[in-house]
């Protein structure tokens, strides 16, 4: 009997040690901050409290600038104080993509892997051009951004000004579409403002989603030049996706991890790439820019039909 109470003794302060060891494994595999667009979970993710650095209003959202160790995040604040995380930058590594849907927009070297002048539509804290000045030097960036309140939290939060190969211009991206002459090799369309009547739920502009204005934007192309959009996840976003099908010669669509939200590719190439062909190219990106995720991993998640 005192065997028995023994031995049952032992099972419970082993079981009470694989509870403790799990629980601390649970918390240091806590998921991640929410991407672009997505309510976040736990206050930003991570251990503790970030501190609150900046809290402004401007024409067109509520930011909020919260710092946590070394990486700095870029909220905005909805109507109901529904905190969105926007960018997000770890001030020792820029370049190093925090949000997963910053990485799969770069999916876009794996169909041109030769870019020469780009431009991104919305700014954010600036993640995207931070990966583009480390790890494609040469290429032309010009940056879009209709708040002037981003462009200036930006430059003193984020360290993302204009320099020799990165020209931020302030204007709605809609009128810039207008009245540029400039051709870009791939556009990356990341803008988002507060939901309204003239947004989708996400907060994106309903008149920079139209079939319309996805074929003015191909003038502004390089031949076999590409549009890469961030479509988070909501109910119409299937109806997204068709538009950009039925008004690109081809499209490819990569499933983000969480959310349900895509990065779709639609390309001005005629000919489409095989499956195999993207995750070989993919492969090879890997080696070619040795960056901390794997493009290999992000063409796994294309779409096969």
């Not at 993640?127 to 708040?147: G, T």
């Not at 988070?232 to 109806?239: C, L, P, R």
Request: hydrophobic content about 40%; charged content about 30%.
């Amino acid at each position: 009997e005192w065997d028995m109470d023994r031995t049952n003794t032992a099972r419970m302060v082993l079981i009470g040690a694989v509870l403790v060891v799990g629980g601390a494994i649970a918390v240091w595999y806590w998921p991640p901050p929410a991407t672009n667009g997505e309510v976040a979970d736990n206050g930003g993710g991570g251990l503790g409290r970030p501190r609150t650095e900046l809290v402004t209003r401007s024409k067109f959202s509520t930011i909020k600038i919260t710092r946590e160790g070394q990486v700095r995040t870029l909220w905005f604040v909805r109507d109901n104080n529904e905190e969105v995380i926007e960018s997000q930058v770890n001030l020792d590594s820029p370049y190093d993509l925090l949000i997963s849907y910053t990485r799969y927009m770069f999916m876009s070297y794996a169909f041109r892997p030769k870019q020469e002048k780009v431009l991104i539509v919305g700014l954010g804290g600036g993640a995207m051009v931070h990966f583009m000045k480390a790890y494609d030097p040469k290429c032309k960036v010009d940056c879009v951004e209709i708040d002037p309140k981003i462009v200036e939290v930006a430059d003193k939060y984020f360290g993302v000004r204009s320099d020799d190969n990165v020209k931020i211009i302030t204007e709605d991206a809609f009128e810039y579409f207008k009245r540029t002459e400039a051709k870009y090799d791939v556009i990356y369309m990341d803008a988002f403002l507060k939901p309204s009547s003239k947004t989708d739920s996400t907060g994106v502009p309903l008149r920079l989603k139209t079939i319309q204005f996805y074929r003015d934007l191909q003038k502004k192309l390089t031949p076999d030049g590409m549009v890469v959009f961030n479509i988070n996840g909501h109910d119409e976003m299937e109806s997204d996706v068709k538009n950009i099908r039925d008004a690109f010669p081809q499209a490819y669509a990569f499933v983000l991890p969480r959310f349900g939200g895509l990065v779709v590719v639609g390309s001005m190439t005629e000919k489409r790439l095989p499956f195999e062909t993207i995750v070989r190219d993919s492969a090879e990106l890997d080696r070619r820019f040795r960056a901390s995720f794997s493009f290999e991993l992000i063409a796994r998640t294309m779409r096969q039909r």
